[in-house]
Structures are given as structure tokens and as C-alpha cells.
């Protein structure tokens, strides 16, 4: 199936029913897009997180009231809802029950279930956008192709069961010639439970699927037209980067970019599919591609710059020359399921960041006073707030000579808390202050890609 295309589109390219319609006519302009993956309606599934956290019956009454807005803003512009009114209906009835349920008592598996609905709803809607265009479509519930474990919140992809799945469901519509409209972020585990894959996790659906199908590219529509230099709303000088490799992609995703997941890239990598990224709203502005193996390579490609950090500082004077004291501060991470990020060392400290990607809580949080506890038995804790990320990415920048030079004559004003220089050939991490962390951005953009 080498001809075909995955689309996916963003929230933002279906918060209403005006983007729904430009993204139903770049589908029908492409017909080797068969495959379509949609996330939520902006803004939907922040309230469905807040649903599914649990509380009081006013505050709950004021979520459920925006949900219906939103959804009732769009049926409200459709020809005739008549024929997907119901099943809106039924799906907001559900997570009425579902945020009650939550307000008693939460769980990963309940929190998962409710803000799986976001995708649902838009899916529906959808198809009836599409129809009303003249267009033919069969709605596909993802969950009986994506198989994964009971990693709530951050579910892992079963590769085996869902091939399986796909080539028995997915595979025969495509071959009738059939547009497909299914949603991304979810799947099902062994129990049929709904599971989801993390924030943002609609871009490795469709990376998914398209691996899974062999098709030839997979294109991401969003709101923006392509991957920029930086966040062109803290730089308006950042320039789009018309292609750039996978490698490069994924640090940028990883480091706070918010185009593209962090794990979208792993099926494309697998399969050497190429990503492009464009606006939904404007896709004759052209976008960017993601390949293998793109020309040029230059030093510096771009500027991420991830938020709302928190740093853990560990010491002891046990750690001098000896052995097993990061194994078991990194045993103990692994209990409570703490991945870390960025991580710098010294005879007797070590310093980290923690990684959040696909949780719905702050990095804090995820501090619980059990883990704070286990790990004062073998040293003291320390906890910064308040900070950011700033990651530069480019190619062989270990090796590249003067590249400390240009970033820290720069930066000379500026107090950089931890630094991760030469782990990785293709960014260097820089943790500071939050009210700093954009005019370091500006900063090393108007040295690095301005002059």
C-alpha cells in the first residue's frame, strides 16, 4: 500500500465546524489519504482531565456545561445533526456518569475512560461533516485495532496484537476503497479496558497505523505550518525548517516542541516513513518534512523549550568511590514508575529532572511523600521548582568546535541552574529559572540562527 497517506488532525484543526470542514476538504483533495486519525476538539480533553480528577458538584456541573458548548457549537452549524445528535447525546451522558464516579473516587483506569470520549465525539462528528459534503466514510473504533498493556495514562502498544487486529479490521476496508475515520490517543488492554497513550498521543496512532499498512508517508495537520526554528510565539523571527531528520525531530518533540509526540517517530523511524507537518488552516503555505536522511545537516536546527520543570538534587557522602548508590535511587524510581530526563553527576550529588511526558500531572506531584521518604534513607532530598528547559538541537554538536564558545559568551548574563553537554550528538540541555527561559530563547536564536 505504498500510495496510501495517514492523516491525522490536531484539536485545533477540529474545534469547530468550520476547521472540520477545511479539514474534510484537504482529505477529499488527497486520494491517497484513506486513513484518518482525529484527536479531541480543542480544549475538550483538559476538561475531561479535570472531570476525571474528581470534584465538587458545582465545579463539575461548570466542566459538563463547556463540554456540551463545544460540541453543541459544532452540531449546531452541521445541515442536519439528526442522524449523530444521539450518539453526542449518549457520549456526554457518559461522561456525566463517569465525572460523578470520579468525583466519589478516582483511578488511572477511570481517568482513561473518561477523557477517551473527547476522541469519540469528534470522530462522530466527522463522518457527518464529511457526508455533508458528499463524501462517504466508515467510522472505525480504534480500540479494537490498538492493543496495549494497563499502563494507564501512558499505555505501551502491544505491536504483535494490534497487527493482528488491523490486518483482520483495518486492512479488508482498505482494500474496498473505503475512507476510514478512527481516532487517535487510545486503545484497549488485555481486559478490555480503555487505555490511552499519553498527551498527545494521536500523532503515534497514526505513525502506528501507518507502519502497520506500509503506507509511504504519514501527515500531521495542525495548526501550524510546519516545525519552526523555535516557538515562533515567544520567537516571531523563528523561520520554518523545511525538512530535517527523524533524529533531530524526535529531540525537538522531546524537549518541549509541541508539533509532533516524542513517540511518533519511533514507527516512522522503524519503517522509514516520512512525516510532514502543515497547517490545516493553510496547507498551500507548505510545511515540513521529516525523513531519514535529509540535506543539509546543519550545526544548530532549532530551539525547544519545555516548562514547568522540577529538579531533584540527591547527596550523600555514601556515593564517594563507592558502588550501587544510582542503582538503587534509580530502583526506587522505578517503584513509583519515575522515568527520569536530564541527569548531571559529582562525587557525592547527582541532579535530575523528572520526565512527565503523558501525565496529567505536574512533576511534582509525581513527588509523593513515599517516594521523598524511601529516598531520604540513603541520602538528603532537595527539590527546585519554578524552572525550564532550554534545548538546543542540531548535528554533532559533541564534536563541533566552538559550540560552548557561542552559547555561554551568550548566555553570560543569564544563570544557568544545570547543564547536559556531549550525552547526546544532537542537542545540549540547559536548565534555568522560568522567568529567564525566553530570553535565553531569544537569545541564542538571534546568535545562532539570525546573524
Not at 458528499?134 to 496484537?161: C, H, M, Y
Not at 516571531?236 to 523545511?242: C, K
Not at 556515593?319 to 522505578?334: D, P
Request: net charge negative; charged share 20%; aromatic share 4%.
Amino acid at each position: 500500500m505504498r500510495n496510501l497517506s495517514v492523516a491525522k488532525f490536531g484539536g485545533t484543526s477540529v474545534a469547530n465546524h468550520a476547521a472540520m470542514v477545511a479539514c474534510a476538504k484537504i482529505v477529499t483533495a488527497d486520494p491517497n489519504t484513506r486513513i484518518v486519525v482525529l484527536s479531541a476538539s480543542a480544549g475538550i480533553t483538559n476538561l475531561l482531565v479535570e472531570l476525571a480528577a474528581g470534584c465538587d458538584e458545582g465545579k463539575r456541573e461548570q466542566l459538563l456545561v463547556e463540554v456540551r458548548r463545544i460540541q453543541e457549537n459544532i452540531l449546531n452549524e452541521l445541515a442536519d445533526a439528526s442522524l449523530v445528535r444521539p450518539e453526542i447525546e449518549r457520549l456526554l451522558e457518559s461522561i456525566k456518569s463517569l465525572s460523578e464516579a470520579a468525583s466519589l473516587a478516582t483511578s488511572p483506569a477511570l481517568t482513561d475512560e473518561l477523557i477517551s470520549h473527547g476522541e469519540m465525539m469528534s470522530t462522530r462528528i466527522f463522518i457527518q461533516v464529511l457526508r455533508e459534503l458528499n463524501v462517504q466514510a466508515t467510522w472505525l473504533d480504534v480500540r479494537n485495532l490498538i492493543a496495549t498493556n494497563s499502563n494507564f495514562g501512558k499505555a505501551a502498544p502491544d505491536d504483535e496484537k494490534t497487527l493482528k487486529n488491523s490486518r483482520l479490521i483495518l486492512k479488508p476496508l482498505i482494500d474496498h476503497g473505503e475512507l476510514v475515520i478512527t481516532q487517535g490517543f487510545i486503545g484497549r488492554d488485555e481486559k478490555g479496558r480503555t487505555t490511552t497513550l499519553g498527551r498527545g498521543g494521536s500523532d503515534y496512532s497514526a505513525a502506528l497505523i501507518a507502519e502497520i499498512l506500509e503506507a509511504k508517508d504519514v501527515l500531521i495537520w495542525t495548526d501550524v505550518a510546519g516545525i519552526y526554528t523555535t516557538d515562533p510565539r515567544v520567537v516571531p523571527q523563528a523561520r520554518r525548517i523545511d525538512t530535517m531528520s527523524f533524529a533531530e525531530a524526535a529531540e525537538m518533540a522531546t524537549f518541549g516542541a509541541k508539533v509532533l509526540h516524542p513517540a511518533t517517530l519511533l514507527p516512522a523511524v522503524r519503517s522509514n516513513i516520512p512525516v510532514y507537518v502543515g497547517s490545516s488552516k493553510a496547507p498551500q503555505d507548505g510545511g515540513t518534512w521529516v525523513t531519514r536522511d535529509p540535506q543539509p545537516r546543519p550545526t544548530f536546527r532549532a530551539i525547544a523549550l519545555r516548562r514547568d520543570q522540577t529538579l531533584l538534587t540527591l547527596s550523600s557522602l555514601n556515593m564517594l568511590h563507592a558502588q550501587g548508590f544510582l542503582a538503587k535511587v534509580f530502583g526506587i524510581l522505578a517503584q513509583h514508575k519515575i522515568s527520569v530526563d536530564t541527569i548531571t553527576t559529582s562525587e557525592v550529588s547527582i541532579a535530575l529532572t523528572l520526565d512527565k511526558t503523558g501525565s496529567t500531572s505536574s512533576a511534582t506531584d509525581l513527588l509523593s511523600r513515599d517516594l521523598l521518604s524511601q529516598l531520604s534513607e540513603i541520602c538528603t532530598v532537595k527539590v527546585d521548582t519554578g524552572l525550564s528547559l532550554v534545548a538546543l538541537i542540531g548535528n554533532d554538536l559533541h564534536i563541533a568546535s566552538g559550540v560552548a564558545k557561542r552559547i555561554f559568551s551568550t548566555l553570560e548574563n543569564y544563570n544557568i541552574r544545570m547543564i547536559s553537554y556531549g550525552a547526546s550528538t544532537n542537542n545540549i540541555c540547559m536548565l534555568t529559572y522560568s522567568e529567564h527561559a525566553d530570553d535565553i530563547v531569544r537569545a541564542l536564536h538571534k546568535e545562532l540562527f539570525e546573524n
